[in-house]
């Protein structure tokens, strides 16, 4: 058999160290975004979910304390603060009213 010239395995061994560099560089670049993602992912479907807690947990409070007339206004009050679409949803303060009757 044919021994590879000294020169050549010392090539061959660079070549080898880059490949595996690039692998690595590569796998970080892909766990990076991965984790980017997954954070983007979950900020989108959890956020509108507390926000939502957060709007019913408060008028729980107000009508326990001062009324459902009380609620209604505060409520209006975070319907006309935030944008259209990011207010509670009528089921979650649905079912946060029916406790009171």
Same mark, same amino acid.
Do not use: C, N
């Given at each position: ?19 595996? #560099? ?7 670049? +892909?766990?990076?975004? +991965?984790?980017?993602? /997954?954070?983007?992912? #979950? ?10 807690? &957060? ?7 107000? /009508? ?10 505060? &409520?209006?009050?975070?319907? +006309? ?21």
């Amino acid at each position: 058999m044919r021994r590879p010239h000294p020169s050549r395995k010392h090539e061959d061994e660079s070549m080898t160290t880059r490949r595996r #560099s690039a692998l690595r560089l590569a796998l970080v670049g +892909l766990t990076v975004t +991965l984790y980017a993602g /997954i954070h983007a992912a #979950s900020m989108v479907a959890w956020l509108p979910r507390l926000e939502a807690a &957060y709007v019913a947990a408060s008028l729980s409070g107000t /009508i326990a304390s001062r009324g459902i007339e009380e609620a209604v206004k505060q &409520y209006q009050r975070f319907k +006309l603060a935030e944008a259209p679409d990011r207010h509670a949803p009528e089921p979650v303060l649905s079912a946060r009213g029916s406790l009171y009757e």
